[in-house]
């Protein structure tokens, strides 16, 4: 308490200062109203971007690891070399899913997928939608809410019924009704009825498996229906290829059987497979890069909010050494009277702190309100942590502190004598 | 007035400041300007002393070592029995604090801050709460008779006023030594007066009083004086006392 009653007199005559030389104080401030600025606002914007990032990998699942059937690189070359048309034909097959299953250990469930782009119809609307042609597992392997109705069952694969799930998103923009359960729509040359809605996770990253219109059929339906072949007519002829899974998912007992078991399904998959048609996805892998991108990002981006905040500091410093010059008589004035010089050094580091904290606060809201505008015009997510607020107001201080220590520590190691006779 | 000799060493009770042999050289180049050279005196607790002398004489020297802004090149300067030469920065400092009021002629006070803020300064150093702090810069100001200003910054006063709120500061911590480098020096003869009325107040009052002045009607107001020439003492009288 008594502490504060000795240190406000001298806030008080820090912030004086700072009024008087208003456009002094502005212009030093500048400097750390845009290197604190800078802090938060990047903070926010890399914490957005990694969150995303991060979300959708978490929500693959660490247990699991995604094996993808992938356009092999040297097709081109190795083809009939007919111009009308030709047959890709490569990726996963139904038996590489029962392999996997059979051989590697310590696998709990293989969720086979098949993923083509077809054009889905309801009356006169008509939305091109991402057919999911899956099995009942796919639900527990990327867990969705529900929004209405039901997921696919066991009886629908057997049955191999004309059902689909669609996504919320597809669903709006498919019909923009509440009562879609129950509806027939068509696909491609199927008509089926819509059993279910599930909500739509946060939109589609490159490695999510979910875009944002999706219907998902049974795997067997999909087979009846649309064969393995997707085959596309343009101006130029006849194009398609046949891939019989697009995506097997595995997911494993626990974690720590991720890593040895996607070496596993590896080795399985390349003694069957002569062309490198495929890819394995570990979202623990992925979620380990992409915690390492964060930090490596993390750094630069500290580096520069660094050197920011060094050149603001070296301004701070600059302005109070004139002022120390400036004051010299005050200094020599306040030693006379019998002040300590631990009390000059005080009271010359309160006054740069002064400046470098209102600098601090100034960039604080610049910081807050750059994040806002930037979410509001390119919906970029940022994500503005309470400790970034922490952090910045605590370099201010520091920086105030730190640059403030030099002047001050010379104004308190002028000779009384010397500092009174100064005009 | 007593002219030490070297055996009598030790300062007697009574005595607030004792100087034995105080030198104090400054080298300037390879020139020695003796500022002070070799002087002894000693000065006893509610004494009111006059330092005189022409310019040059060494009177603000004597006046800083005096106040323990300054320390003798050589010499001992004996304060309230301690040698000042054993004392620290920090020591010094708190010395002026708790036991010296300083007034100059060119008046110091601080710009920025107003005249009550000007006074409440040693308050602020002694770790006064603010309540009283203000309280007493009023009662202060109101001895001095600058009340009416309390509010205004020192640009916006007199030179007068000025001198009365530098005095008002002195007086803030209740020193036992009052000390004045030409308090006067700055002001005409009329304001002169008022500003040595007060001083005769707080002597009577049993403060020890030293005043550096060469005006020799300032000097009268004094019970002692002594005069300087060249760093030597040339005349010392303790008539009055
Ligand atoms: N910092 C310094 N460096 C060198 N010489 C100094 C310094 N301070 C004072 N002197 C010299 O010491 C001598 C005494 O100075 P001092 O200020 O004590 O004189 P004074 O008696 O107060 O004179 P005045 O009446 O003009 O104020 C002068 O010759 C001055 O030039
Ligand atoms: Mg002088």
Partial sequence: ?423 | MIVHTTERERPRADEVVRLDEVKRHYRVGDETVRALDGVSFSIRTGSYWAIMGPSGSGKSTMLNILGCLDRPSSGAYWLNGVNVAEMDDNELSDHRLRNLGFVFQSFNLIPQLTVSENIEVPMLYLGMPQIERRQKAERLAERVGISHRLRHLPSELSGGQRQRVAVARALANDPAVLLADEPTGNLDSATSVQIMALFQELYEQGKTVILVTHEPDIAEYAKAKIVLKDGVILSCEEGRL
């Fill in chain 1, 1 to 423: 308490m008594n502490q504060v009653f000795y240190f406000w007199p001298f806030v008080k005559l820090g912030l004086t200062d700072v009024w008087r030389h208003k456009t002094r104080s502005f212009l030093t401030m500048l400097g750390m109203v845009f290197g604190v600025g800078s802090v938060i606002a990047m903070l926010a914007v890399g914490e957005g971007a990694s969150q995303q990032a991060l979300e959708s990998i978490k929500r693959l699942g660490s247990e699991n690891i995604m094996v993808m059937s992938v356009k092999p690189t040297d097709e081109e070359g190795s083809n009939t070399g007919s111009q009308r048309g030709r047959l890709a034909v490569y990726g996963l097959l139904y038996d590489d899913e029962a392999r996997i299953r059979e051989t590697v250990p310590g696998v709990v469930l293989t969720v086979p997928a098949r993923m083509t782009r077809r054009v889905a119809r309801l009356n006169e609307r008509q939305l091109e939608m991402r057919v999911v042609e899956t099995v009942p597992e796919w639900f527990a392997v990327v867990q969705r809410p529900v929004l209405a109705g039901r997921t696919l069952a066991p009886n629908d694969l057997q049955m191999r019924a004309n059902v689909c799930v669609l996504t919320e998103h597809g669903v709006r923009r498919l019909l923009a009704a509440e009562h879609m359960v129950g509806q027939r729509i068509r696909i491609s040359s199927g008509v089926f009825e819509v059993i279910g809605i599930v909500k739509n996770e946060t939109g589609g990253t490159v490695r999510a498996p979910d875009s944002e219109a999706d219907a998902y059929i049974p795997l067997t339906t999909g087979t009846k229906l649309f064969g393995e072949a997707n085959i596309r007519y343009s101006a130029g002829g006849m194009e398609g290829e046949k891939v019989e899974l697009s995506q097997i998912i595995v997911r494993m007992a626990e974690t720590a059987f991720v890593e040895p078991a996607s070496k596993a399904i590896e080795t399985v998959l390349a003694r069957f497979h002569k062309k490198k048609d495929y890819r394995i996805d570990v979202p623990l892998t992925l979620l380990r890069e992409a915690e390492r991108t964060k930090r490596t990002y993390n750094i630069v981006l500290g580096a520069i909010a660094g050197i920011s905040l060094l050149v603001g500091g070296i301004g701070i410093m600059n302005i109070m050494l004139a002022s120390v010059t400036e004051r010299t008589k005050e200094i020599g004035i306040r030693r006379a009277i019998g002040a300590r010089r631990s009390r000059i050094v005080v009271q010359f580091l309160i006054n740069t702190c002064v400046l470098s904290i209102g600098g601090g606060v100034v960039g604080l809201l610049v910081g807050v309100a750059i994040p806002l505008l930037i979410t509001a015009f390119t919906g970029m997510p940022t994500v503005v942590r309470p400790y970034s607020l922490l952090l910045a107001f605590g370099i201010s201080a520091g920086i105030g502190i730190v640059f403030g220590l030099y002047p001050a520590m010379r104004a308190a190691s002028l000779d009384p004598i010397d500092a009174l006779r100064h005009e």
